[in-house]
């Protein structure tokens, strides 16, 4: 299995950046990464997600354009940088891991979680 840790939240304003990373340890080969994230009182949602190989990328509508997801295999770690925030991108943001080499949207799919980090964008 693989163990995920999340870092690089925190509080930024408006128009300002992030970036956000998920450290990967234990069986770190052949893993696609997904970034999902909760909002207080909302549901769980789909942020962006990448492929073990980086082939396939897809993203949430309202992210397109501002997020950028990328991994290091090398260094066992994927990237979520994160431009020109808005206060309705304020969630605790989590990283997930499945096997299989094909990016999901659908966190349903994601066997591994990291524990998440908290996300604020002042307006």
């Known amino acids: 299995q693989v163990t995920l840790v999340e870092s690089g939240g925190g509080l930024v304003q408006a128009g300002g950046s992030l970036r956000l990373s998920c450290a990967a340890s234990?069986?770190?080969?052949?893993?696609?990464l997904g970034w999902f994230r909760q909002a207080p009182g909302k549901e769980r949602e789909f942020v962006a997600a990448?492929?073990?190989?980086?082939?396939?990328?897809y993203y949430e509508d309202s992210v397109q354009g501002r997020f950028t997801i990328s991994r290091d295999n090398a260094k066992n770690t994927v990237y979520l940088q994160m431009n020109n925030l808005k206060p309705e991108d304020t969630a605790v943001y989590s990283c997930?891991?499945?096997?299989?080499?094909?990016?999901?949207?659908?966190?349903?799919?994601?066997?591994?979680w990291g524990q998440g980090t908290q996300v604020i964008v002042s307006s």
């Open positions: 234990g069986r770190t080969f052949n893993y696609d």
């Open positions: 990448i492929s073990w190989s980086g082939a396939l990328i």
């Open positions: 997930a891991a499945k096997y299989g080499g094909v990016a999901s949207m659908r966190s349903s799919n994601y066997q591994f």
